[in-house]
Nanobody, 124 residues
Framework: QVQLVESGGDLVQPGGSLKLSCVTSGITLGNYAVAWFRQAPGKEREGVSF????????YYPNSVMGRFTISRDNSKNTVYLQMNSLKSDDTAVYYC?????????????????WGRGTQVTVSS
């Protein structure tokens, strides 16, 4: 049974930092590309970072470029999202998702495996 479990979400002040973790089981993580998505109330789910199965290729949209960093440790079956200089607009539920093949994409239908999410709230 494939499972992705996110953790690390919290209430943080604007300008603060958080590090999210996505622990996987039931898959060989090294064979999977992983993306982090987020969804705020009333908004569509959007991709905020992507890392290839090798970890060599990473992609970020402009909204988080320079503030978010994705990384992975396949030996620990874990993918991370370091978030710095957080803004109120970053408030959302954050999800990790995994897929086996194909190029970088934030098309949600391309990801067969999803976690249940972790809440990030940026507020003073």
């Amino acid at each position: 049974q494939v499972q992705l479990v996110e953790s690390g979400g919290d209430l943080v002040q604007p300008g603060g930092s958080l590090k999210l973790s996505c622990v996987t089981s039931g898959i060989t993580l090294g064979n999977y590309a992983v993306a982090w998505f987020r969804q705020a109330p009333g908004k569509e789910r959007e991709g905020v970072s992507f890392i290839s199965s090798s970890g060599i290729y990473k992609y970020y949209p402009n909204s988080v470029m320079g503030r978010f960093t994705i990384s992975r440790d396949n030996s620990k079956n874990t993918v991370y999202l370091q978030m710095n200089s957080l803004k109120s607009d970053d408030t959302a539920v954050y999800y990790c998702a995994a897929k086996t093949r194909g190029p970088q994409t934030f098309e949600t239908s391309e990801y067969p495996y999803w976690g249940r999410g972790t809440q990030v709230t940026v507020s003073s």
